[in-house]
């Protein structure tokens, strides 16, 4: 899972502008704006299927910051 | 709730500290609207100066822009009531696929002028941020106001700045 | 009587604001929203139905101008089943029912291509009580091709079981999250975000046998995203995450989902999920003392730490999660969607890890119902 890191930094680069994509101009977002591309998914689902994961494995977070606890078993 | 307004000063502070928040707008106010040649919805030249002698207000659309439909209905409101005084609308598209265009250009129809700026230097020259912008152009070709975006509460705003324009005629 | 799926609370874990390009970035959404859902849980190991949840919940999202937008929800969980006491194991599980509220409340003020929203949130149960704060601030450059995302959460919880084997025990969680997103090309953008919690106070599970854990916990987690536009109008979202902590456990997890609009507003999106973990340190495998019998763990007098748990969840083992959801936009804003998975653990399934090997396998079916209006 090197790969995740590797990706991780890989976004930083292109984000401080080391390599040379082109930015992506505002009259090229037609497909960017469609709902499906962006991060945002419907928050009820998306907190229903966090918490089931969060209480039946023991790995969490990469989401969100102070979401609340639960005594969960 | 103390150490919740402490972070929240934080965060602003953080925010404030490392951004500049108020980018200078190209194309602004008072710079002269810059020459196009464009074709037209079905073939015909649109030229930016062939309209100098009336209030210009150039939209900068494309099909998959919310916003821009939304314009769309006003757009065809304002040209009704406006026209006969001299304001002229030209809406420039800029949909990557022209199907698309023209498919919004066939459910929608409109009584202004449309022109197709895809492939273009136009909006890049225009410095278009933001889907929809729209540019009040006075006659002889000033620019007189920029706008970014479209939204219901934006409407009344625009119009009284069209019928200023058109007073100043 | 003794709680079993913590509250759906998880309040602001809020996906990172995504790029809205046809719209003002830096305004609040132009209406409203307020949407409703149900969910049903169901799990069982072998021979025995365990949990089973129910929870209706309501969202609301309020604009105020261009430049405010408050949200609220809440949710009621409905608990029942049994629990295992230790492993999987399920003799002398006792029967259950319980009930818990979880609300959450953020507000957020829109700045040009800046957000920061402050949310509160709260969980009771009558045995855990939770109370959460959060700040979370973006800034996007001045093409919105990148955008920026820090934020800091603070939780206390307070636990009182009614076995009374602690009374008013304590537990104090701060988290921190950078995350960044970019735009690569008209059809790709990405998303990395890293997350630290820090943790202090109670962290055992008062219901069952022999569980003693650290008063200290850290997890540390980056999880990458990826969203690309197929030809033909459909997106494959991806995602990957890394997990580590002081426990010993590691985690890899993989998330695949493609949205798929067919005619008539319906859109469909089949998905897959793989996780796999490692065990903790102090996790003990069904293998009993001979002297003190089940559930002690071999050498349970001699281990020098002290700490130990049969926590299913701290074993190491492999889950694959199939679930498929279809939608529905409707003229008035209205959509309805219907979304099923079918979620399965196994020790064999593991990936990198050893041991766990006598556990049941656990599975379980996920129901949701949702309907929502814009205004």
Known sequence: MKLVAFAFSGAVLVCTGCTGLKPVQPWEKGNLAKPAMTFETDPLEARFMEHIYSSKESVSGGSGVGGGGCGCN | MLAVSKISTMAIAIILAGFSLHPAMATESGEMAPEFILPGQSGQEVRLSDFKNKVIYLDFWASWCGPCKQSFTWMNSM????????????????DAKAEDARQFILENSSNFMIAMGTKTSIPATYKIKVMPTSLLIGQGGKVIERHAGFRDDDKSALESSIKQALMHR | MPRILGSAILSAAMALPGLIPSAHADSAPESGIISLRYLSYRDKQPGLDRITVSAPSLYILFPVGREWAFSGSRVMDSVSGASS?????????????????????????????ATLSIGAANSTEHDYKSEAVNVTGTVSSEDNNTTWTLGFGNTNDSIN????????????????????SQVLTPNDIVQASMTYANGHGYFNDPYKMVDNRPRDRSQSAILAKWNHYLEGDSVLQSSCRYYWDNYGIRGDTLALNWVKPLSNGVTVSPSVRYHTQSAANFYYDPVYDPLLGAPFPLGFLSNPTGFYSPDQRLSAFGAITAGFKISKSMAGGWEADMRADYYQQKSGWRWFAKGSPGLEKLTAIILQLGLSKKF
């Open chain 2, 79 to 94: 040209q009704t009531k406006y026209g006969a005084q001299g304001l002229q609308i030209i809406a420039v598209n800029l």
């Open chain 3, 161 to 180: 079981p009614v076995n009374n084997i602690v009374v008013n025990e304590k537990k104090h969680t701060r988290d921190y999250l950078l995350g960044l």
């Open chain 3, 85 to 113: 006491r230790y492993h999987s194991s399920i003799s002398g599980a006792s029967r259950m029912h319980d009930t818990r509220q979880a609300n959450d409340f953020n507000a957020t003020r829109y700045f040009e291509r």
